[in-house]
């Protein structure tokens, strides 16, 4: 089966900085992979996904890569805010497994004024 | 409020006590997923629903463990005879299949077992 693997598994940052999370993925099948935010005894919440067949993708602030010969996808924060700290997952699924996500094991993200 | 919505927020029980938590999806999606986290752990996938069909079931879901979708809109979870190893956040999720088999999912606020 799939296996997630996310660095690191905590980052600090002070306000205005940038911050890169990085995730490996086992499966050559996988072709999406989502990124969820979940504050501490919140729901996750999607912030941003990317699909196979494309490269990067950009969200305001957020943006993610993959890179398919490497099995590697990252997400990226610029100029970071203190609302941003949050614990941080990234997920993989592929098709022939309907979509079931795989996650990683998370990174807690602190933001530091 | 047009989210997931999952019932109770928390639960508390004794060691072999059975307990039930239900999940109402977002309207219209059709497929239904339960996930588990224990604490600093990312979710873990346990079980699957298209519709009424449950169609997948992880290992992680022993026999003690079973869910339904009857009319394919809220499902149920239930745990018999619970074990302290069963305390976590039970994660419902759910999205909307439409060929794309990579379909979003959206997540509920979960339910925290706690097995004393």
């Known amino acids: 089966g799939e296996n997630v693997e996310q660095h690191p598994s905590t980052l600090s940052v002070q306000e205005g900085d940038s911050a890169v999370i990085k995730c490996t993925y086992s499966d050559s099948a996988s072709n999406y992979f989502p990124w969820y935010k979940q504050e501490l005894g919140k729901r996750p919440q999607l912030i941003i996904d990317i699909r196979s067949n494309v490269g990067e993708k950009k969200d305001q602030r957020i943006a993610v890569t993959l890179n398919k010969t490497a099995k590697h996808f990252s997400l990226h924060i610029t100029e970071t805010q203190p609302e941003d700290s949050a614990v941080y997952f990234c997920?993989?699924?592929?098709?022939?497994?309907?979509?079931?996500?795989?996650f990683g094991t998370g990174t807690r993200l602190q933001v530091t004024l | 409020d047009t989210g997931v919505s999952q019932d109770p927020r928390h639960k508390i029980t004794k060691r072999g006590q059975n307990v039930t938590f239900r999940c109402d999806p977002i309207?219209?999606?059709?497929?239904l997923y339960w996930y588990r986290q224990t604490l600093g752990q990312g979710p873990e996938f346990l079980t699957y629903?298209?519709?009424?069909?449950?169609?997948?079931k992880s290992r992680l879901l022993s026999d003690r463990f079973s869910a339904e979708r009857p009319k394919g809109s809220f499902s149920t979870l239930e745990i018999q005879r619970t074990e302290q190893g069963d305390s976590a956040m039970y994660l419902c999720?759910?999205?909307?299949?439409?060929?794309?088999?990579?379909?979003?999912?959206?997540f509920g606020p979960g339910t925290r077992l706690t097995v004393l």
């Open positions: 997920a993989a699924s592929s098709t022939g497994t309907a979509s079931k996500l795989t």
């Open positions: 309207s219209e999606h059709n497929r």
């Open positions: 629903f298209q519709n009424e069909a449950q169609l997948e």
């Open positions: 999720a759910s999205s909307l299949a439409r060929g794309n088999p990579t379909d979003t999912q959206y």
